[in-house]
Each structure stands twice: as C-alpha cells, then as structure tokens.
C-alpha cells in the first residue's frame, strides 16, 4: 500500500500537466479555426474584419441601437440566435465545453438568458478602424455617434491591409466568464465585468490564465499563441500598467496581488492596432 501511495504521489502531477497540455493544444486548435473564419470573412468583406462590437450608438433617427457587423451578432439570448457575424463561416457551436468550438474545454455552459451561451473567446476592443478611447467607453451609455461624439470609425471594421503588425496584434483571447456563463463579445486589458467570475481569481471578461498560469492568444495573422498575460503589453513609456489600475482596478488587483505582476513583460503590446483613429487605450 505505501509503495501504492508512493507511485499515485509521483504520477498525479504528471496526468494533471498532461491533460492540461491537452486542453491548451484543443483550444488552440479551436482559436485556428476561429482565425480561418476571419479571414474567409475579410476575404468576402473587400479584406475588412467584423468589428469587435461594443457600445450601441445614435442613429440617424436619434434611437440608440446596437451596430450589426459585430464578429457575433445574436438575434436573442440562448442557444441558436446567431444571424451573423463570423459564424456563417464557422457553425460548430454548442453548449457544451468539450464540443464548443468557441470556447476552451475549461468554460462552463451558459444559462438561457445569456447572448451566445458558453462562449468565452473575446475579441481585442481595439481592432477597428477607430477608437475614442476607453476614457470615453468606459463609462457606458449610448455616446457614440451623437452630434457632440461622433467616434469616427468605431463601427467600422478594420481593414487587414492597414494594420501594420498582424502578427503581434491580438485579435482573440480566452476570457473569464460571469459565473452564469456570460462574456462580453470585445474586451481588453481596461475593462472587467466585475470581480467575480466563473473563474478566480480572474474578473470576468478579463484574459483568463487557466492553463498552468498562461492563456492562449489567437492573433490578426492567424497565428495562435500561449502566453502569461503580462507579457501581452510592455512598459514603453505610456505608463500601461498604471492605466489598467485607473480603468480596471479589478484586474490590477489581481495581478499585483495574486499574480505578482507590476509591469509589462513583452517586447511590444499586443493590444493596440497602431492605427491613426484609435486612441490607445
């Protein structure tokens, strides 16, 4: 029996990092599949992507509407409600995290009165063609395309052949869900949906690090990455690490504190599309 208990101790942590690898490689598989169907939509769409979504803006009628070139776009909350988007070009799409396409094998389902139930890959805010910056999204509301904030090119999709670094700039990342199964379709480094999620310690809508402390990263190219969240931006004078605590204090708390995280690790930050109409971040 000793020797029993001796062998399960030395062969526990092996099978946990080997099915670990497992999941990491199916959600990768999965983020390619994702990156397929961005292209072939950029390739119907004169090389412009869908845009990420996000704040709903004026109408020429003075209504306050959703835009409808999201990269998901739902009719309704619950399953079988997509009516655009990328998903005529990608359908496998379920409630179930080991059959999801588009979630991690580590998602949980979603609830029925959530839009596009289980899914937890977000799309980076910042890849369309323009961005008044999250000082102005951050607070909410119906802004964008009134008279006073008309957010030049927030509702327009990025061209492909204008972003000057493809492949170091995220298009996808795994975020953490609301404990119903919910996320946001765009997010970033600068805005969380509150503290508790469906996986701690990370705020949901936030990166998530659920693959031995690293998350997987699909980017602009195609290409997909594994990376800790830290080294997706880097400290180039902007000060971003003091801009993630003025605008999502949530997640600053947690890298800090749990992660022990105090600055950028990467050679470039990955988040911003260097384009002329994005104010980053």
Same mark, same amino acid.
């Given at each position: ?13 092996? &099978?946990?990092? =080997?099915?670990?690898? #497992? ?7 999965? &983020? ?9 939509? #950029? ?63 580590? =998602? ?7 839009? *596009?139930?289980?899914?937890?890959? !977000?799309?980076?805010?910042? $890849? %369309? ?6 000082? +102005? ?9 009134? #008279? ?34 919910? !996320?946001?379709?765009?997010? *970033?480094?600068?805005?969380? /949906?509150?503290? =508790? ?11 998530? !690090?659920?693959?031995?402390? %690293?998350?997987?990263? &699909?980017? !602009? ?8 969240? /830290? ?13 993630? *605590?003025?605008?999502?204090?949530? &997640?600053? /708390?947690?890298? +800090? ?20 109409? +994005? $104010?980053?971040?």
């Amino acid at each position: 029996m000793a020797i029993i208990a001796i062998l399960v101790a030395i062969l526990t942590p092996a &099978l946990h990092e =080997a099915r670990g690898a #497992a999941i990491r490689t199916k959600c990768q598989a999965n &983020l390619q599949q994702i990156g397929c169907a961005f292209g072939m939509y #950029a390739a119907d769409f004169d090389d412009t992507l869908p845009t990420p979504g996000g704040r709903k803006e004026f109408t020429t009628s003075g209504s306050c509407e959703s835009p409808e070139n999201g990269w998901v776009q739902s009719a309704a909350p619950g399953q079988n409600k997509d009516i655009g988007g990328i998903f005529p070009y990608v359908r496998s799409r379920t409630n179930n995290p080991t059959t999801n396409l588009w979630s991690c094998t580590y =998602a949980i389902p979603g609830k029925d009165h959530v839009f *596009s139930p289980g899914q937890n890959y !977000v799309m980076n805010d910042y $890849v %369309r063609m323009g961005h008044p910056g999250q000082a +102005v999204t951050s607070p909410g509301a119906c802004k964008c395309g009134s #008279a006073t904030m008309p957010c030049a090119g927030y509702f327009d999709g990025a061209s492909m052949g204008g972003l000057p670094n493809p492949s170091q700039l995220i298009l996808i990342y795994e975020a953490a869900q609301r404990k119903d199964g919910w !996320v946001d379709r765009n997010g *970033s480094l600068y805005f969380s /949906e509150g503290a =508790a999620s469906a996986h701690p310690p990370m705020p949901a809508n936030s990166p998530t !690090v659920y693959h031995l402390g %690293r998350s997987n990263w &699909l980017f !602009v190219d195609g290409h997909v990455k594994t990376l800790r969240i /830290e080294e997706t931006w880097c400290e180039d004078g902007r000060g971003q690490m003091q801009n993630i *605590s003025y605008y999502n204090t949530d &997640l600053a /708390e947690v890298l +800090v504190k749990r992660l022990k995280v105090t600055n950028g690790g990467g050679q470039v930050d990955m988040w911003d599309p260097q384009l002329p109409g +994005v $104010v980053y971040p």
